[in-house]
């Protein structure tokens, strides 16, 4: 078996998904999928399980089970374009490859992030990283205008040393981390899945969490039953520690009510019955 | 803060701990600690936060929330004695950087690994890739002298190779995979901890496990709250998918008995069972 | 632009290339090419520079620079067949995904691997690493009727111990280096030429120069602007040192004879030497 | 041999190297030194070497054959405040492990990066990512001053908008690239070798040349006979493509003059002149 073309992946091919105000993500080209993966698996386990389980069931067993190495053999090439503060979170993922627009080269044109109304929010007041109420809506109003004004304050600087004759590398030293940038993006589905599970978390940033989800949603073309896997047992599964296993036995041992020596207590039992309730910490 | 120096850690420094028939480990180097994780994570966070949480309560934090990467500024270098089979399986954690003996460079030594008595089994009938019941004493003893017959056989065979005047690069290529080889292999403590995790599983072939578990002994004198927090969630810990949380719930809410509608069945209650029952499936 | 279909690749994709007595390799899949190579870079260039360069030249400017980026976009993935004692040296290539046949999942077949009468060859006598003169006629065959027969008794031994029930993983243990073991292996255009580099290298043992050979020849049916510029500024080209940069430049300045002052002797002026005559060191 | 203890490298360890107006570079901490370097390729050599060859010689040797593995024995962690601009060119570096300050978490500070008078120049007309002639004092204090305005005015905004509530994460996405960041950075010896080719390099940048040339100055102090023989072979090295080498043979054997036949000509000769007179490509 050669290429793996895969009609949905096809049908999503080159298309431009809107994420934020001006941004978007577009597959540019995908290696492997499904197939791929049992493929690469069955070299492992050579020709004896051949007809042994469905692919499904053993894409299942090897996500649930860690044996990443397979699902490394599916490749995707996004195009992003996306705010450089988004940009900045996302390369701490190492493991992909990245060609990035750059503001030595090229001119950057005047396409800022500003967050829509409703997602503009104070501090959090429990999560030192996070967002908490949303503003009312003359505030936000005014935060989103305060924001806009000052975008077009600095794009006009930006222009003003450019046309000053000003080397580009440094004119853009001032041009904020709203402005948006653009790369290529290919990263295997093993790594991927590593990026999704830490970017579509509820503690991910929103704007971030945003393109992680349409991230998602075109893998989903390319990968159907792994990214069913993935969700079974990564994004909607749970890992609870020693302690918190042995509540459960303890609780179940005792009739399914709230146990007594497991040892859980304060803020370590409320971010179990968090769990338990919610699945992943929320 | 520079240099991290640990008692603990430079008493086992140099020391050479035995494993298998003929192997070692021995720790060359360490950079960082407990300490270093704190600092490290401590350069995210700011100054704010500096006096809020107990260094060990915080290292507990980023551990169970996947905060991995202060957990890469601890290094560790391990001279380690293993036999190639071993080495093989070793090598595909692709995250270290190692240095090992050449067979083309250097003649190599008459050391080859033979399996103890006890650890001579039949092939595990419901695990494709394990061991089963041990042989009976007499059995096993032909089996062990059997492969020490044949290590013996190629050794004196790839003497006369060399003899002859043969290339080393050549006359090596008849060795078996039971024989030792040596490297330097150098990671940092969250790679280790990946490793740790698949290598210290009850599905890693027995030999790996044993280096696995004194790597651990040996990592526990450089980061002892690193460790003892990787074990309490990772490996005393335990993952369910959303169909076993949902199973879960069900029972808890059901009064702690066995529920009906959640879903789980056959093969996968099977799993559930012992998985809620003895963690990490094993 | 999606798909990078390249006829040329089309051509090759899915055929058993042989490689050593019982080895093969099979492009089994790859994405990207020459184009996505160009493409990629005018996404860090942006549209200024869209139609000032012809591809090929974009290319070798590329490469002849270091930009190392846009050739990661590109990826190939081969089925291998190999002896273990290749394998070896391949896998130290860590920026690659590999999928091995396992035989703790599997019983091995009879396939090993012995040199051919011209590849048997005395230890060489300057190159601690390497093989010197080609042995007699008569000394090759029975150095080659030795390793063979050693290798059917090994065989023999093994299966032996998987009749008696042994468990695969142990059993396998006393296979010899030779043995052949397959796998899926993928890998980015960057990090390949980089493999191609030391492995094409006369240094590196034959065997595995040979899989080098067939892994380039392949690869020039999928990229071959980008294979031309690697050979003539890589395979073909040479690094100078300053202290023999200076010599050149002596010897120039001196009418082309041979220069005095510059500081090169001995050893030194040997290596030189040849670098100058023979393009890469060999 | 267990920790190596560098004198030299004490002397600088925790001190804060200053680069750019308010930037600077802390040795955190090393692991080995050419020490361990020439342990770590002498496991791969076995015994048999022990003697034979002086420190400073095999690692020269190891260095010019691209023997890489010893070289990564040694690491280095650096504490670091730089522009973010500079930080979005460092972090392309993928080999390296970052822990930086977070502006979800802390308040930033009022902290900008603004280039000295002599540093702001035109646009290069020659290379489009670079700088060329430094402007007239008057013209650059105009830039300068209108650069720190605009600093002091986003700085303002950003103060206003975490005074009124807004979640840090939002407040801080108009901040510029000019804002300083801290991070600790730990890299291994070979690969801050190639991160110093690409970033001492005349193309790089000037702000990240000078932290590049901090950077190397401070490994001086670690592994002074590494850097030597990166010096030697690396920075003060020269490739020549394989067209380049037959025209320095052509004109050697041609008594040095201009030669005829080799087939360089316009800019392919121009750039073959300046590497032939002043080594890398500048």
Known sequence: MAHCIISEAEAVLDKEFPVLDKGFIRLVDYMGGDARVVQAARVSYGEGTKSRREDAGLIDYLLRNRHTSPFEQVVLTFHVKLPVFVARQWIRHRTARVNELSGRYSVMKDD???????????????????????????AAAGVQSSLKNAQEGMYAAYTELINKGVARELARINLPLSLYTEWYWQIDLHNLFHFLELRLDAHAQKEIRLYAQTLFDITKSVAPCCCAAFERHVLGGVRFSREELAEIQSRLGNGGGVASGAGLAGKELERFEEKLRAGRQK
Chains 1, 2, 3, 4 share one sequence.
């Open 112 to 138: 800022f992030y500003a967050p829509d109304l409703g997602d503009i929010a104070a501090q959090s007041v429990d999560n030192k990283q996070g967002r908490g109420a949303a503003f009312e809506a003359d």
